[in-house]
């Protein structure tokens, strides 16, 4: 992957594709969750796709302190200037999701359309959303407090993700568990809280106008359901699509079904002019 400096700091990216520009935002914990989708020949056959690690995750550099969601949203638009992206479809999964719909919020120009796969926020106050925190949320941080990063890890993704996780990890991306105990840091020590202090409700989604396509994986736990339905019921202008056999991991366990169903969105919500690669700066 290339590097570019970004607010001090230096991320790591790569395009694939050509046509018009897609950023991906990986969600907690697995940096490589894109990686599956963006060799899939439906989306980089008519789109740029633009992959990158955000801060702290694989040879991206770390900051040493808090991260906000604004932040990260910030890191994301000052990556597509530099990379001279003016306005591109956006594509944000579980946290990320948040920090796509932050983009929009903080620069609506600069996002076409927004794909947010199984948001994990918001969230209103619920007994699944408890059921969550007590079944997963907290006893993962108390091993991560602990010191246990790898009981960290699988204790989160056993309870988000199923548990047969790993083997659907390692299949589509070798080494990724591995690498999510080299992150845990970023993700338990910065990127939780961040999301737990996230504000975001009815009155921010009303002021998003771009298109939005909700994705539901077909077994995600229950929590992702009732997310989705308060951002069906809060977008003005939103569309769902449910991934079929897919838990969390989505489009690590169906890329090519993942794949058509963004570039039949995309189509759907195109860009008034394609930039042309050398515009991409690739």
Known sequence: MQRAPIDGIELEYEFRGTGEPVVLIHAGICAGFFRPLIEQRALTSRYTMLRYHRSGYAGSDRLPNAVSLAQQAEHCRTLMRHLGIERAHVVGHSSSASMALQLALDTPNAVQSLALLDPARPAVPSALHMQMVNAVVEPALERYSAGDKPGAVDTWMRGVCGPDYRAALEQALPGAVDQAVADADTFFGQELPAVAR?????????????????????????????????????????????????????????????????????????????????????
């Open 198 to 282: 996230w504000s975001f409700g009815q009155e921010e989604a009303a002021r998003i106008a771009q298109p939005a396509l909700v994705v539901l994986g077909e077994h995600s736990i229950p929590v992702f359901r009732e997310r989705r339905d308060l951002l069906l019921a809060w977008l003005p202008n939103v569309e769902t699509f449910e991934l079929p056999a897919a838990t969390h991991l989505l489009h690590v366990q169906k890329p090519g079904a993942m794949a058509n169903a963004l570039a039949a969105f995309f189509s759907r919500h195109p860009l008034p002019a394609s930039p042309t690669l050398s515009a991409l700066g690739h």
